[in-house]
């Protein structure tokens, strides 16, 4: 029996839909390696509330314009077959993790850091998810919610004290008669973080944090 502990496995993918009639499944990247998906070998999948199965990966290709990659399993050769592995997650072993560059993260190591403000060192919140469309993005649920409506109204001033520094006094008191306004209403609970240098300069996976420096609007509630 497979062992469900999450320290084995490693996400690299989830099934999102069939291709064609021959077996080919169409796969969302949760790696940025592609020999996760073009190389053939052993992988494993794992479907909702089951023990994961090792599968041998035969062949695959990205697939350009749809982030997505092309893969043909050993032994699923037909629509329905490919069909029945929809929303299947796409696994390696633990023991599989590949070595990457200075500056490159694995995913499941961003997963549950916290996200702190430079600024004033307040938890924002903690990463819970990562989308690789494009330009990688955090998702962050929220924890200090009041922090977030700070920084807000924080940054506004200091772009307004910048930017229009003659109408200074009056933007400012309604920037904080909208501050008190903003904490008093619901925040979201959760916000999407550029995964860029110049926003999050600082990634400490031994202390399990992330600081961030957001540009005015981008954490406006």
Known sequence: MADLNEDKW??????????GLDGYVKVKPESDFPERFEVAGDRWLRKKGAEPVQIRLVSGRFLEGKSQYLVKFDGVNYRDQAEDLRSAELLV???D??????GEFHVADLIG??????????TLGTITNIFTTGHDLLEVTL???????LEQNKSSEKQIEEEHDSMRA?????????K???QK?????????PFVESIVPIVDIAAGRIEITPPPGLIDL
């Open 10 to 19: 490693l996400l690299i993918g989830r099934i999102v839909g069939a291709h």
């Open 93 to 95: 072993e633990a023991s």
């Open 97 to 102: 993790r590949l070595a990457v560059d200075p």
């Open 113 to 122: 850091l916290a996200v702190v403000l430079k600024s004033d060192q307040s």
């Open 143 to 149: 924890e200090n919610q009041e922090a977030v409506a």
């Open 170 to 178: 009056k933007a400012v008191q309604k920037l904080r008669r909208q």
């Open 180 to 182: 008190r306004k903003n």
């Open 185 to 193: 209403k619901k925040a979201p609970k959760t916000l999407l973080i």
